[in-house]
């Protein structure tokens, strides 16, 4: 008999460590309309998009293995309820954010609200509780507040609504980020905090990013989220003020060769930007002003411009076309060509657009701007006097 009892307490602990090496996602959506489902989440192997679950007892289940608890979705495709018909396409609605560990988590809700069902197992899903319904509501929110900017424009034209909506959704963004930090104190050791740490890496300093991953357990200190937040700090530290600027590595629109060593004894602006980026474009007027006021007195202007298009070519014959259509007659790089070799995007820590970094006369970088900065405008009043 004892003999038998130390056998199923082993099996037992067997069983129970086979558990944890893969995961079921059990889910009861109300579906009336049978619209496919889906599993989407981002691994070291790439981004999976499941659709093939089973029905067992009335549950829809998904399974399969991670090698780490990962950030996952939920969402139907083709439900009218959770997109936004557009004359440019189609706006996809929130879907429902929850944590992929392997364990056995449970979803229910409906399809129309998928992003509010209720998830139940999994460690991090049972941390991130504390916050999650507030966050759901936001998002309702928000995404509620879109739909009705959108269907007065179709009905009336009536614009006043999108006003409402962005004002809104800013407010909405600072209560968010609030939760967000507050859970990151009561929870250094969650893989949640570190979760919410990666999303935050563009909004603070090379100082408070360190400082605030430093505060944080060791317990997830090599999870993916980990990683990203180490390789942002290290491209920050690289491009930090007083920092000696990165070579491009570049040729120009005319194929010649780039070299920022030929441009010491001038202040130089690296702007990164994109024909598909609307504030970069606007940008572009000013910039020809402050280029013909300030060339004569030693400033040189480089842009570097990233597309999005799925060939070179392609993106090269966007960036050409923008680059007359702005009339810029600086430096212009394309970041697409020769990518592999070198990513000036990445190398520079670009994570927005658009992107202005300013080199002294030893090509040292002195200022970085994010978006549309009046304080560029006043650093080059400031260096040049006028």
Known sequence: ???????????????????????????????????????????????????????????????????????????????????????????????????????????????????????????????????????????????????????????SGDSSLFKESSRISQANAEKNSSLQHSFIKKHPQSLVSMYFLSGMVNSLSLDELKSAFNELGQAHKNSSYAQAIKSKIASMDATAIGKQAIALQKVDINGQSVNLETLKGKYVLLDFWGSWCGPCRDSHPHLREL??????????????????????????????????????????????????????????????FPTKILLDKEGKIIARYVGDSAQFDDKIKEIFGF
């Open 1 to 155: 008999m004892k003999k038998l009892l130390i056998f199923l307490s082993f099996l037992g602990s067997f069983l129970g460590v086979q558990a944890q090496n893969s995961y079921t996602v059990k889910t009861k959506i109300d579906n009336p309309k049978k619209y496919t489902m889906y599993l989407a989440f981002a691994s070291g192997d790439g981004y999976t998009v499941d659709t093939s679950y089973v029905v067992e007892n009335g549950w829809a289940v998904f399974k399969g293995t991670v090698k780490e608890p990962v950030l996952a979705h939920l969402g139907f495709r083709g439900n009218p309820a959770s997109m936004i018909a557009t004359g440019q396409g189609f706006i996809p609605g929130p879907s429902l954010s929850f944590f992929l560990s392997n364990a056995t988590i449970e979803i229910t809700g409906t399809v129309d609200k998928v992003h509010l069902a209720k998830v139940k197992g999994g460690k991090e899903n049972s941390e991130w509780a504390t916050i999650k319904e507030k966050q759901n509501q936001i998002e309702d929110q928000n995404w509620t507040l879109l739909k009705k900017a959108y269907k007065a424009f179709d009905l």
């Open 291 to 352: 280029y013909s006021k300030y060339k004569s007195h030693g400033l040189e202007i480089v842009g570097i411009a990233h597309e999005q298009r799925s060939s070179l070519e392609d993106n090269k014959r966007i960036w050409k076309k923008a680059i007359e259509e702005d009339q810029m007659t600086w430096v212009q790089v394309l970041n697409n060509e020769g990518i592999a070799e070198f990513d000036a995007v990445k190398a520079y820590g670009i994570t927005a």
